[in-house]
């Protein structure tokens, strides 16, 4: 191997380690711009859970409620009351 032939190697393995590093770079910028993009995505999946959670916990203190207006009548109240619940059961049916 001659000078000219070490001059030549040098070089392709400085392009190489170059080309190397490059691509390095790249894709970890890629998988940092992923990663981002799944925080993102977690962080309104939470949003949206707590949303729901909230709506939930709503939708749970009103049927209290009407429970506790349902369960307080007696007699003749209670069955119209049962009445007018099964009539919008079938009204919602439909």
Not at 28 to 50: I, M, N, V
Not at 71 to 88: K, P
């Amino acid at each position: 191997m001659n000078a000219a032939d070490a001059i030549a190697f040098a070089a392709l393995m400085i392009g190489l380690v170059t080309i190397f590093n490059v691509c390095a770079e790249i894709y970890k910028r890629t998988l940092a711009h992923k990663e981002r993009k799944l925080e993102l995505a977690a962080r309104e999946s939470a949003e949206q859970a707590a949303h729901f959670a909230a709506q939930a916990q709503k939708l749970e203190q009103r049927v209290r409620v009407l429970e506790r207006i349902a369960t307080d009548r007696e007699g003749q109240q209670a069955a119209a009351l049962a009445h007018e619940i099964e009539d919008l059961r079938t009204a919602s049916a439909n």
